[in-house]
């Protein structure tokens, strides 16, 4: 038994471990002296926090809405702002135990670039968000409500934000545009232009000194990797360096203590620089394996966050780093057992396969070029599809070295292939279809498709295939100003040729699983089960095309994957991967009851069905990339 295995009792889910430590961290936050000390990380898979000094890590997702955090800001009170990349505003007052999302007054789209604190957050709760294409949002309520703060900056597109810290006598801040750095004396609440004008070379970075009221320092970092200074407010500025480096300045750090060590820090494409004389001169302190996403620090303990490397710490100012262990912030999408490996795949991950259980696991080469990938399918004797967003349906090889372009229909996001009669469907982001009756090898459009409007988000063909001719597609709606969004699910009983629709639900969920009971004798097209949103979708067996629609988890969480074994309605057991845990369910998904034993409180988003030897075994794919099983 591993020493990852020994955390989970044998009787429940065994953690077999991550896939691939790291992830992307777009912002870190840190948090010393007082009662409470903590670090943060803002990844694709939510915010991690470490209590232990990077030791360990704590995936922390109850009340997100979305794992995908692009942006953090702790405010000295230790209440925690989140960000998304769908813009998402959150806010924790429990140190991220908890979160609760905000309520902006508009419909706001964009993604969340930077956060920043007001110095006196303790008596006005306020906080800012700056939103590739949402402007900037401040909250002055302690994040319940958000309103617009871009009068005067022209331009919805606000790509860092700053605040002074000290607002005793001016509610200085700056924000950056695609126009250049903007300055508000009145905390946000009116903006007008500096003489710093981007041009083509947009500034990513902005910081300001600790000293700001007696040396009235500000710093802009380019992506041309251009250093401005401003030593009266921001509201001049000069070239201090033409290049700090190779790469652009995506963030910037000042010491507390600037005035005196004129300390400060520069993540520089995928290196990090350091400078004691106030920028004038940098050394370069260390080459990190991705890009520098954010960095923080207290006293001489600082964070970078790093693009597919988790978190890197100092412990001496900056001038050594190394990285942290326990983030699993991967962001595979879902899980398959074929034949004894397994397989992962994640759209910027590409596809990893394990024949040892789990433990150790290999990417199938050749896919970087063609990320980012949106499905895959695994059949017999390594016939292998996956679909790229950008280049259409890819065959591996048979020499498994290199990948095919079958066909290059940009946005496929569904492959199916039906092995043992060379019927394939492929489904596309706009309602497209595409048929092969080769395997998969070669791919020609489908007009008679269930809908031409409609995003397909899966496709799955009935077991019994051979005998029933059955398949199923899944699709989206959009919503609309009269209309709520809804996932419709589709059926042909003829191969394709005719399609009917079954069901529909309504839910803003993009995704939809379908599943039908591998081992049912009792026609198992009839069978299936579908998960969207927070609910299971059933067929009642003695109603023509009559579907329930129940909630798995009780407290709403979102189902991702689902699985049956045995006759749903006669004995067979149902299986869920939700956002609080795996559930199972004893009466073909009427009830369901809890099943995470071991697993508790884990985010999960796709179920496998296995063996381990002679026993039967489900394995769990956790939301970053952590991998469980249980005998079943």
């Known amino acids: 038994m591993s020493a990852t295995e020994k955390a989970c009792p044998t009787e429940g889910w065994q953690l077999l471990g991550p896939i691939v430590d790291g992830g992307t961290v777009f912002s870190v936050g840190i948090l010393s002296g007082g009662d409470v000390s903590g670090y943060w990380a803002a990844t694709g898979s939510g915010v991690y926090a470490s209590r232990d000094g990077g ?34 505003l959150f806010v924790s007052l429990d140190y991220g135990k908890s979160w609760e999302k905000g309520r902006p007054s508009w419909d706001v789209e964009g993604t969340v670039t930077g956060m920043a604190v007001s110095p006196t957050f303790l008596t006005d709760g306020t906080a800012f968000a700056a939103m590739d294409g949402g ?111 190779e790469g652009p300045v995506y963030c910037l750090w000042l010491a507390s203590d600037f005035a005196e060590s004129r300390r400060m820090m520069a993540g520089v494409g995928n290196s990090i620089y350091r400078s004691t004389d106030a920028g004038n001169t940098w050394t370069k302190v260390i080459d990190l394996p991705g890009s520098v996403l954010s960095l923080a620090g207290a006293d001489n303990v600082m964070l970078a966050g790093v693009h597919d490397s988790g978190v890197w710490k100092s412990e001496d100012g900056g001038q050594t780093w190394e990285a942290t262990a326990g983030i699993a912030a991967r962001g595979f999408a879902s899980l398959q057992s074929v034949d004894g490996t397994l397989y992962v795949m994640g759209p910027q991950e590409g596809v990893l396969t394990s024949k040892d259980d789990g433990a150790s696991w290999t990417p199938l080469p050749a896919l970087d070029d063609y990320l980012p990938i949106t499905s895959l399918y695994v059949g017999p004797e390594g016939n292998i599809l996956v679909s790229s967003h950008e280049h259409g349906i890819l065959q591996q090889a048979s020499s498994g070295r290199s990948w095919r372009v079958r066909n290059d229909t940009s946005g496929v996001s569904a492959v199916t292939i039906i092995p043992s009669e060379g019927l394939g469907w492929a489904g596309t982001a706009e309602g497209k279809y595409l048929m092969s009756k080769d395997g998969g090898t070669t791919w020609v459009p489908e007009n008679d498709g269930p809908s031409k409007s409609q995003a397909v988000l899966t496709i799955v063909a009935s077991p019994g295939f051979e005998e029933d001719h059955t398949i ?31 069901t529909t639900q309504e839910t803003e969920s993009r995704w939809m699983d379908i599943t039908m009971p591998l081992d049912a004798t009792d026609n198992p097209a009839d069978q299936a089960v579908v998960a969207t949103g927070p609910f299971c ?42 956002g609080n845990g795996v559930y199972r369910s004893n009466d073909g998904g009427r009830t369901w009851h809890s099943f995470s034993d071991g697993a508790e409180g884990k985010s999960f988003v796709s179920l496998a069905l296995g063996r381990v030897g002679d026993e039967p075994a489900i394995y769990a794919l956790s939301l970053g990339g952590l991998l469980y099983r249980r005998t079943l």
């Open 55 to 88: 030791n360990t890590w704590e995936q922390q997702l109850n009340g997100l809405t979305t794992p995908l955090i692009s942006g953090l800001a702790v405010a000295p009170t230790g209440a925690l702002f989140a960000g998304s990349l769908d813009a998402g």
């Open 135 to 245: 402007g900037l949002m401040v909250t002055r309520n302690n994040g319940r409500t958000w309103e617009d703060a871009s009068f005067g900056l022209n331009s919805m597109l606000v790509f860092a934000v700053a605040v002074s810290p000290d607002w005793s006598r001016y509610e200085t801040m700056w924000a950056s545009t695609e126009e250049g750095v903007y300055i508000s004396r009145n905390g946000g609440r009116a903006w007008r232009a500096t003489e710093l004008v981007s041009g083509e070379d947009l500034i990513d970075a902005l910081a300001v000194s600790p000293a700001f009221m007696e040396d009235q320092t500000v710093y802009a970092g380019t992506e041309l990797g251009v250093l401005h200074v401003s030593t009266d407010g921001g509201r001049r500025w000069t070239q201090l360096q033409q290049q700090v480096g």
């Open 472 to 502: 199923y597609v899944g699709t989206a709606v959009a919503a609309t100003r009269r209309t709520k969004g809804r996932v419709v699910l589709w059926r042909s009983r003829n191969k394709g040729r005719t399609w009917h629709q079954v």
């Open 537 to 578: 979708l059933r067929p009642l067996r003695k109603a023509k095309d009559v579907w329930i629609s129940t909630a798995v988890d009780p407290a709403g969480a979102n189902v991702l994957s689902i699985l049956a074994t045995g006759e749903v309605d006669n004995g067979g057991v149902l299986y869920a991967a939700t």
